[in-house]
Every structure is written in C-alpha cells, then in structure tokens.
C-alpha cells in the first residue's frame, strides 16, 4: 500500500466537488461577505443577495444604485470571482 496520503482539506475540497456543493458554498460565502466585497453604502441598499447557477441575483431598494451597478456588472463579476477565488459569477442580475 504506497498510497500518499490526503490532508483533510484536500479531501473535503475533492467531496465538495464530487457532490456538487463547491458553488452552494461559494453562494454562502458571497452571501456573508457581500458588505466587506461591495462596501457599506452598496450594502445599505442591497435588499438581498443569492448565487444561483452561476447566476448572482441582486436586489437594491435604491433605483439610481441600481442603474449604476447595471452599468458597472462587469466590474462587480469581476471583483466577486476574485474575492471567492474562482469563477463562480458568470451573470449578474439586478432587480
């Protein structure tokens, strides 16, 4: 048996994949974070925020914010895949 071992983290990473829960939570750890991302005056307006499927949906309570960010979404995806480490945004949504 000459098998190198795994650490704990690389398996937990390789399980995470296999069963399809690494963008689950990605989505978590975006969620959580999106004040810290984003700032705090994006953040007092923002009514909610969920990943799904690659898609990042995204509510404002502010119709002005909202357009600004319409018009900077490349940006954001941007910034958001490199905060999380990866491309997990591939759309953003803004309601």
Do not use: C, H
């Amino acid at each position: 048996m000459s098998q190198d071992p795994e650490s704990l983290g690389d398996a937990i990473t390789r399980l995470l994949e296999v069963y399809g829960l690494k963008n689950k939570l990605k989505g978590v750890e975006l969620e959580s974070s999106w004040a810290e991302i984003v700032g705090p005056m994006i953040a007092k307006y923002t009514q909610e925020v969920k990943l799904k499927n690659q898609t990042l949906i995204v509510k404002f309570n502010s119709a002005p914010l909202k357009q600004e960010v319409i018009m900077m979404k490349s940006k954001f995806i941007k910034r958001l895949n490199e905060e999380l480490g990866g491309e997990y945004v591939k759309e953003m949504l803004v309601l």
